[in-house]
């Protein structure tokens, strides 16, 4: 590896460690705001689903980040626990728009196709 490319790849680990960290920050700002706005019942409920699913999101990709850096686990290995993470993640944020919707629908007394 030439010094170049070695100074590429530093540069590259340090902004992909930066980003995480980025995703991490912007997840709990999601949070804090959804806290602060102190909503209560359905849409409270569907805020802090939302705010967890992007917190679990943000995290995802450290840990992608340190499994594959610092553990050195195998690419395969790595994107599957990646993508398993990131599932979990859409599942709090799916799980909290479900709940919204179905209040909703309960409040306008709309059948909506489910």
Not at 16 to 39: C, E, K, P
Not at 43 to 65: C, M, P, R
Request: hydrophobic share 55%; glycine share 8%; net charge neutral.
């Amino acid at each position: 590896m030439t010094e170049h490319s070695h100074d590429l790849h530093e540069y590259f680990h340090f902004v992909s460690y930066a980003l995480d960290f980025v995703l991490i920050a912007a997840g709990f700002w999601m949070a804090q705001t959804a806290r602060r706005m102190q909503m209560k019942g359905t849409v409270g409920s569907t805020l802090k689903q939302v705010s967890a699913g992007a917190v679990v999101l943000g995290f995802a990709h450290l840990i992608e980040t340190v499994l594959f850096e610092v553990f050195g686990v195998g690419v395969e290995a790595n994107e599957l626990i990646h993508r398993v993470i990131i599932l979990v993640g859409f599942l709090f944020i799916a799980n909290g728009l479900r709940q919204f919707a179905q209040s909703l629908r309960s409040m306008l007394k709309v059948k909506a196709p489910q």
